[in-house]
């Protein structure tokens, strides 16, 4: 079946570093691929999308890279601050546009 | 902010019961969709309407129904409630934009099964 794993154990840095988030995927050839924030309580909030013929790319300080063969993408967030402190989660998309596959997200916590 | 809201914020229920959540979302949304989100997991997909129409759902049983309405809002029943049905509800309506589809969240409805 279909399964999206990312980081289940939260990822903690120091305010100034990059911070990089895994999301792999098994049994899927998504059409593309998606990150979204999400704060206690709140709904996601849509970040960036890759499509599956692009490999990078890039909004202010954030980067998701996505590799197709490796069925990986890395979502990077540089010159980290507290407030980037949030559950960051990947969603994987085909084509017609619905039934998105979330995965469990990866909490980050960036200390001052 | 996204547009899109949610009522009620929380809700507490009993087993057996039904439950209705609502979801408005911006003008020009035609496409909205349901997802439910348990603790420490992420949104698992419902179902999605597009033009007051059902057009996708997921691994959820007949119990979970839903409706679109012209206004751009739309309905999620849960029929005979269970303990598991506790989880956060979420709708989300999408626009596409150029040559991107963006899905806008709306904050949730906390639903309680006791």
């Known amino acids: 079946s279909q399964k999206i794993e990312q980081n289940s154990e939260a990822l903690n840095i120091q305010e100034g570093k990059t911070a990089t988030l895994t999301c792999n995927y098994t049994?899927?050839?998504?059409?593309?691929l998606q990150w979204y924030r999400q704060d206690p309580g709140r709904g996601p909030v849509f970040l960036l999308l890759?499509?599956?013929?692009?490999k990078e790319k890039r909004k202010e300080r954030l980067k998701v890279t996505f590799d197709t063969t490796l069925k990986q993408s890395l979502f990077h967030i540089t010159a980290s601050q507290p407030a980037d402190s949030a559950t960051y989660l990947c969603?994987?998309?085909?084509?017609?546009?619905?039934?998105?596959?979330f995965g469990a997200g990866t909490r980050l916590f960036v200390k001052a | 902010e996204t547009g899109v809201t949610q009522s009620p914020t929380h809700l507490i229920k009993t087993r057996g019961q039904q439950v209705t959540l609502r979801c408005s979302s911006q003008?020009?949304?035609?496409?909205v969709s349901w997802y439910q989100q348990a603790l420490g997991q992420g949104p698992q997909f419902i179902f999605q309407?597009?033009?007051?129409?059902?057009?996708g759902r997921g691994n959820f049983p007949p119990r979970f129904s839903g409706l679109q309405f012209p206004n751009y809002s739309s309905e999620l029943n849960v029929n005979a409630l269970e303990l598991d049905d506790s989880a956060l509800y979420l709708c989300?309506?999408?626009?596409?934009?150029?040559?991107?589809?963006?899905?806008?969240f709306g904050p949730g409805t906390r639903l309680l099964v006791l």
């Open positions: 969603a994987l998309e085909g084509t017609g546009g619905f039934k998105t596959i």
């Open positions: 309407y597009y033009r007051e129409e059902e057009n």
């Open positions: 049994n899927y050839s998504p059409a593309y």
């Open positions: 989300a309506s999408r626009i596409t934009e150029g040559l991107q589809e963006t899905q806008y």
């Open positions: 003008s020009g949304h035609n496409t």
């Open positions: 890759i499509r599956e013929n692009e």
